[in-house]
């Protein structure tokens, strides 16, 4: 089992309307689960779509991640903390029930706490940039 981050992006918008992003992630979920993989944090904007999941199988469809990485990848995507469309946002609205942060059944190597603690000071110095 292992990390992964996922991204596809768009020259055409992926979504034009709620309706349309809210399908787009639920499909999206759903694909994972079939491939045995699940969303631990994501951000969908218009053009992209970025994901950090966690798999039992090998991805070759996405970045592996080891878990000194994670931060990197929690505080990048938390660059957008408004966007409805993101784990954080859920995290926060209980909403769409995509993400699995602070859900039973995927054991992280850090705390909700110490997550939040990432998104929130990555935003605060501006480090949205990903390097992994």
């Known amino acids: 089992m292992a990390y992964y981050y996922f991204i596809a992006e768009s020259a ?22 079939v491939q045995r993989a699940k969303i631990i944090d994501y951000l969908l904007l218009p053009y992209s779509f ?12 996405a970045q592996p991640l080891t878990e000194e ?17 993101s784990g954080l946002y859920e995290l926060f609205h209980k909403s769409h029930c995509i993400a699995c942060l ?3 059944g995927v054991t992280l190597p850090y705390t909700l706490g110490d997550i939040i ?12 940039e990903l390097s992994v």
């Open 117 to 128: 603690a990432m998104k929130r000071s990555a935003r605060e110095l501006d480090l949205v």
């Open 102 to 104: 602070g859900k039973s």
């Open 50 to 61: 970025e994901a950090l999941l966690y798999s039992v199988f090998k991805r070759r469809d």
């Open 69 to 85: 990485a994670l931060p990197a990848v929690f505080a990048h995507l938390a660059r957008e903390p408004e966007e409805p469309y």
């Open 12 to 33: 055409v918008p992926l979504y034009t309307t709620r309706r349309a992003a809210r399908a787009l992630l639920y499909r999206a979920a759903d694909i994972f689960a």
